[in-house]
């Protein structure tokens, strides 16, 4: 499955997991509208993601 994930793929999903971490550690730390704010770029960027697998599937 790995070896299907471009190097693209593999930056948006380090990414979004990064952002998610620093969310979670935020929101430990007290910082909960901090957190909430970072937090909510994990779909985004997943989403991003997924735009651009879809536009590369259409230009081939």
């Given at each position: 499955m790995l070896k299907?994930?471009?190097k693209t793929d593999m930056i948006m999903l380090l990414l979004a997991f990064l952002c998610?971490?620093?969310a979670e550690l935020s929101w430990f730390k007290g910082e909960k509208?901090?957190?909430i704010f970072v937090g909510l770029w994990v779909p985004s960027i997943l989403g991003f993601a997924i735009y651009l697998k879809l536009i590369k599937i259409d230009k081939k």
């Open positions: 299907q994930l471009t998610l971490i620093f509208e901090g957190a």
